[in-house]
């Protein structure tokens, strides 16, 4: 499995170096819901007792933390370029090549 885990990083990396990824910034988006997905299971982790409030607590606010960081630098940028696209479109080869 951790190989398979690898290949996939390593595909991952190799296309956000391609330059139509590069200049689409749509990814920090996915991170941004990403650190909101992360407090929920943290909410989880506390309801089950898995962690304690304090443990909760510092996680979470670390969680915001890098959310609200996120939502500056996508505002940042959109601010420097409006009509930056927002989402990117794989082609059909794009994805065959990922995947």
């Not at 988006?29 to 304090?54: I, P, T």
């Amino acid at each position: 499995m951790w190989k398979k885990s690898r290949t996939l990083v390593g595909n991952i990396r190799s296309l956000c170096k391609q330059e139509q990824v590069r200049k689409d910034f749509s990814f920090l988006g996915f991170a941004k819901r990403s650190a909101g997905e992360v407090r929920s299971h943290l909410y989880d982790a506390l309801d089950e007792r898995y962690v304690s409030q304090e443990q909760f607590q510092k996680l979470s606010d670390d969680a915001k933390e890098i959310g609200r960081m996120l939502a500056g630098l996508i505002h940042y940028l959109q601010s420097r370029n409006p009509k930056q696209k927002r989402t990117l479109k794989f082609s059909s080869h794009q994805l065959k090549t990922i995947n």
